[in-house]
Nanobody, 127 residues
Framework: QVQLVESGGGLVQTGGSLRLSCAASGRTFSMYVMGWFRRAPGQEREFVAA????????YYADSVKGRFTISRDNAKNTVFLQMNSLKSEDTAVYYC????????????????????WGQGTQVTVSS
């Protein structure tokens, strides 16, 4: 069992930055691939980014490439999402999630791949 708690959301102006954190507890953090998803009002939850257990491989949705950076600190059991150049369309509840370490990369884009989820943190980008 893994417990995930997100933090760092808030209200920011267009063009601004936020850094989300997701703290994990329970089983060994390095056993999991970590991902970030988001759900905008009235929309389905969508993939944002994922990172391999070692941090060597990273995956991004096209909509955030070049603006968002995912990273992890296995010593601190934490995964981060640095979000720069924020746009109004980035407004959503952001969730972190954990998937087993051996998950194929193609599966990381699908929320059904992930076994554990946090409660989410709200990000609102205003103009």
């Amino acid at each position: 069992q893994v417990q995930l708690v997100e933090s760092g959301g808030g209200l920011v102006q267009t063009g601004g930055s936020l850094r989300l954190s997701c703290a994990a507890s329970g089983r060994t953090f390095s056993m999991y691939v970590m991902g970030w998803f988001r759900r905008a009002p009235g929309q389905e939850r969508e993939f944002v980014a994922a990172i391999s257990w070692s941090g060597a491989s990273k995956y991004y949705a096209d909509s955030v490439k070049g603006r968002f950076t995912i990273s992890r600190d296995n010593a601190k059991n934490t995964v981060f999402l640095q979000m720069n150049s924020l746009k109004s369309e980035d407004t959503a509840v952001y969730y972190c999630a954990a998937a087993p370490r051996g998950t194929y990369s193609r599966g990381l884009y699908e929320e059904t791949t992930y076994n554990y989820w946090g409660q989410g943190t709200q990000v609102t980008v205003s103009s």
